[in-house]
């Protein structure tokens, strides 16, 4: 009896750790761009997530903490995760960074970097790199202080991230 106690234990053991090192993914897509997301990691792809018969994209897997990108075929978003994050996200494939959202847990550090795609994809570089010397400077400086501004606003984020 003394035996099977100890191995229940260590099963419900294993089975809690694991879950702990796994990352729960769900994505709802509309003018989906492809039946299969990719996750990669410095352009190596360390998960796929297939369309299910329910029109989502689940997948529970092993992950290591740290930035990443999705890639739906067509499209890439960056996103931080970690294990025991249980993110949902949601977005529109002709939209894709216009529409982008996250809840669940890592919600708030993925809507974070979200807002800054699309404020990074608004800001006018070309037209920065083109003035003079000390209107490059006030530029430099404006773009800084409102990042900055967008960072200080946000709370809760992962110290890693």
Known sequence: ??????????VIFSSSVSAQDNLAFQAKIDNKNGDILYIQEN???????????????????????????LFDGAEYAQLFLKPGYDLKMTLDGAKFDETIKFSGK?????NFIAA????EQKFDYNGMLALDEAAFKKAFDEKLNGDIARLDKQTGLDANL
């Open 1 to 10: 009896m003394k035996n099977q106690i100890t191995l229940l234990l260590l």
């Open 43 to 69: 352009g190596k792809t360390v998960q796929e997530i297939k369309l299910n018969t329910k029109g989502l994209f689940q997948a529970k897997f092993p992950i290591k903490e740290g930035l990443y990108q």
């Open 106 to 110: 890592g919600s708030n550090e993925n």
């Open 116 to 119: 800054q795609t699309l404020a």
